[in-house]
């Protein structure tokens, strides 16, 4: 069974000695819970693939606990980065840059570009200052599941297979980290979170794409599908009617809906909650209600519609 900690001074430096020691440790941070360890290390970081059964074409995000270590994994910080982690780091949103040397291919996938964030969860922060490295960490599940958001979640996708697992409680936000590209001329959002469209303009003071199609994946959860539970995910439109089709009617199914929530906040915090509680209590259909397609719930939205599609 995997040892799961409190986030003591004294626990956090067992988990960061375990990094520095080239192993892998799962950690709360405020979007989900990451699958961390040293992204200097080849060795290190194919240990977090293999305990995914993650593609090696899929990137990671590498975390860090103080801007000035962005100069140690980016040969190039434009403007456009330097306002943006002004006012937006610690905080849940990913940063594309040219990579430096330093970085091993396989943290990116054999691109030339790096995604770095910094969470907002002192844990987490404490974790990546400790360590004394930038963190290479996806979500802390097996790869294609929804993402854990609490330590139990973690517990159960892997069990006796990892040393640590450094217990925050619930995460705050829910869902994964905005990514935005400024390695190019034209800032793109690669994948939607907390942090919005219409936020990044407004710091940037310019427009800003969003990338929905790739034919490699530039970001994590640019995969076809992704986040999905075991039972089958169907989902209707913001306000619809659930109304099952033909073939999943006598089936055990469960409703997700915007109805019981006091905010798409709230929703997006236990989306993937509850996806994993339809799992553990046996329910072979989610019907799934969208948000209002507007700020996080156009995240939320990205979500839900990966966590149906088909193969």
């Not at 892997?158 to 390695?183: M, P, T």
């Not at 209600?289 to 507007?294: I, V």
């Amino acid at each position: 069974m995997s040892n799961i900690l409190s986030p003591t001074p004294h626990n956090i430096q067992l988990c960061a000695n375990a990094i520095k020691n080239g192993e892998v440790v799962a950690f709360c941070t405020e979007t989900v819970y990451g699958l961390g360890a040293d992204a200097f290390s080849i060795d290190a970081v194919k240990k977090i693939f293999s305990l995914k059964g993650r593609e090696e074409d899929n990137p990671l995000i590498v975390h860090i606990s103080d801007i000035s270590q962005v100069h140690e994994l980016a040969r190039e910080v434009p403007d456009r980065a330097l306002k943006l982690m002004q006012k937006l780091m610690p905080g849940p949103i990913s940063i594309v840059l040219k990579k430096s040397k330093k970085v091993p291919g396989i943290v990116t996938a054999g691109l030339d570009t790096v995604a770095i964030r910094m969470p907002r969860n002192a844990s987490a922060l404490e974790l990546i200052k400790h360590s004394g490295i930038p963190i290479a960490a996806p979500s802390a599940n097996i790869s294609g599941t929804p993402s854990p958001t609490i330590a139990q979640h973690v517990e159960n996708d892997f069990k006796n297979k990892l040393q640590f697992v450094l217990d925050g409680g619930q995460c705050e936000i829910g869902i994964e980290s905005s990514v935005i590209d400024l390695s190019g001329s034209m800032p793109r959002i690669l994948r939607e979170g907390k942090v919005t469209k219409e936020e990044i303009e407004a710091v940037l003071g310019e427009k800003v794409e969003v990338l929905t199609n790739s034919n490699k994946p530039l970001s994590p959860g640019m995969k076809y599908k992704h986040y999905a539970p075991k039972a089958q995910v169907i989902f209707i439109e913001h306000g619809g009617y659930p109304i099952l089709p033909v073939g999943l009617r006598g089936k055990k199914v469960k409703i997700i809906s915007m109805k019981n929530c006091i905010s798409t906040d709230e929703y997006a915090k236990n989306l993937f909650l509850n996806f994993r509680k339809a799992d553990d209590e046996g329910y072979e259909v989610i019907v799934c209600e969208l948000a209002r397609d507007a700020g996080i719930g156009r995240a939320i939205n990205n979500r839900i519609r990966k966590a149906s599609s088909k193969m």
